[in-house]
């Protein structure tokens, strides 16, 4: 068994991957007659068909180590996924190798992060750390497939 260790989430590590989504630096724009910061356009959504949508997730907690033995794409649609709580996760990603899964990169968010994973991203199953694994998921609805698995034949240990 592969072990890697969980990375903190930053922007700059997670860019091959996908977006991060927090309220960190300073705001873009000040609105709402001056009651309300915004950080604008944060996400790169992108769906080949169908439209977004914005699901609820409830994932069953995990604890590190972590064995991801399995990881998913979805050709046709980007995914956000937006904690409803403040307790960080993990996020389990792989670069494309001619079609399967390359070598995976763990992350732990921080508190208050989300992620965007870009369309046709390797990633591991939504993985909270500790209850109540309760997400906003933004991604694509529409007709035809949009999810390709693959079971890991070496599985990959994810430590803290």
């Not at 050709?75 to 956000?80: K, T, Y």
């Not at 968010?109 to 909270?128: D, E, K, M, S």
Request: aromatic share 8%; with cysteine.
């Amino acid at each position: 068994m592969r072990e890697i260790a969980a990375e903190p989430l930053t922007a700059e590590a997670f860019a091959p991957f996908g977006d991060v989504l927090e309220a960190a630096g300073p705001y873009d724009k000040l609105i709402n007659e001056g009651l309300c910061g915004r950080w604008h356009d944060r996400a790169r959504l992108d769906f080949g068909t169908g439209r977004a949508g914005i699901s609820i997730f409830r994932a069953e907690p995990r604890a590190l180590p972590y064995d991801c033995t399995l990881l998913e794409r979805h050709p046709e649609g980007s995914q956000a996924f937006l904690p409803l709580h403040q307790a960080p996760f993990l996020v389990i990603v792989a670069p494309d190798a001619g079609g399967q899964p390359g070598a995976p990169r763990a992350f732990l968010t921080a508190p208050g992060q989300g992620i965007n994973l870009y369309r046709g991203t390797w990633h591991g199953v939504l993985t909270p750390l500790s209850p109540p694994g309760l997400f906003a998921v933004v991604d694509r609805i529409g007709e035809g497939a949009n999810l390709e698995e693959v079971r890991l034949e070496d599985p990959v240990r994810v430590t803290g």
